[in-house]
């Protein structure tokens, strides 16, 4: 670590940005903000300079990664009443790794650009445990030049750094079609799994074949267990929420739907999510959709 290692602030410490920031911070200045108390608390539990505010986070750094869940939290932490957009210095970067939308992020860097700072578009894929060892796919869109700045950051979190386009907007583009693949493998996996156990069938033995055979997925594999726990009436671990899915979907929807193409098969997976949450199941673990598919016998 050099004796003046670059000052990076990640606002929001929830499920993939504590991880983030935990490791982010044996290689540079990490200051963190959750509006959540207990998240915060967990923050400082891994080690992270935990602030009281947004802005007193970002006052003085050189990047600021946003870890927020929609379009509505990345105008808040912008531009909101503890927006941080008017704390940061000309020729900082904001680094977004959530999934919002191309039209989000086409919206909000000529704002940035207004006030000299850049946006690096770099929506990730791969999950907590993935996160905390430096081990994302992370999709890039940006200018070389902010890109440059920040492309440090992007390498320590994570083993894939493709990058698609060198506008804002276009990390999004492909991170839409990342969403289309994952929440449809999610609910293929449910479905198989819930049908095996309809069967009769060991459902750890049914993993274990499926994922040695031409059916195996990350996603099979990665939601398998929590599948099956959920399926016998247990409650996973949240790792992933099942209400992200919904949003996620919607924004594939609206891609779809403004480029002429037809997601058939998408629009069903996003109907077993809805259908979760309408149950009240948006902020269980997405492996959780599989309850919803059983009836009573």
């Known amino acids: 670590m050099s004796a003046n290692p670059q000052r990076v602030a990640v606002l929001g410490l929830g499920a993939m940005g504590l991880p983030m920031a935990a490791c982010l911070s044996g290689h540079f200045q990490v200051f963190g903000y959750d509006p959540s108390p207990q998240r915060a ?6 080690g992270i300079s935990v602030c009281a505010n947004a802005q007193q986070a970002a006052s003085d750094a050189q990047a600021v990664l946003l870890a927020v869940r929609n379009e509505a939290q990345l105008a808040g932490a912008l531009f909101g009443e503890d927006g941080v957009a008017g704390v940061l210095a000309p020729g900082a970067v904001v680094i977004l790794t959530s999934t919002v939308g191309i039209d989000a992020v086409r919206r909000t860097a ?11 578009d770099s929506p990730i894929s791969g999950g907590p445990i993935r996160a905390g060892r430096g081990d994302l796919l992370i999709i890039v869109g940006a200018s070389p030049a902010h890109l440059a700045k920040v492309q440090g950051i992007l390498e320590q979190l994570s083993s894939t750094l493709t990058v698609v386009g060198d506008q804002p907007g276009d990390g999004q583009a492909l991170k839409t079609v990342n969403q289309l693949l994952c929440g449809v493998h999610i609910a293929a996996a449910a479905e198989a799994l819930a049908l095996a156990q309809s069967l009769g069938l060991d459902l750890s033995r049914v993993l274990d074949a499926l994922g040695a055979g031409a059916a195996a997925s990350f996603m099979l594999a990665d939601r398998g267990p929590r599948i099956i726990a959920a399926l016998s009436g247990e409650e996973p671990p949240v790792l992933s929420r099942a209400d992200i899915f919904v949003k996620d979907l919607g924004i594939v929807e609206k891609a779809a739907r403004a480029g002429g193409v037809a997601t058939p098969v998408a629009a069903a997976a996003e109907q077993l999510y809805l259908l979760a949450q309408a ?6 673990d997405d492996s959780s959709i599989a309850s919803v598919l059983r009836g009573s016998k």
């Open 41 to 46: 608390a967990l923050g400082g539990q891994a």
């Open 279 to 284: 149950a009240g199941g948006g902020a269980r």
């Open 110 to 120: 000529p704002l940035l650009d207004e006030l000299g700072i850049g946006l690096v």
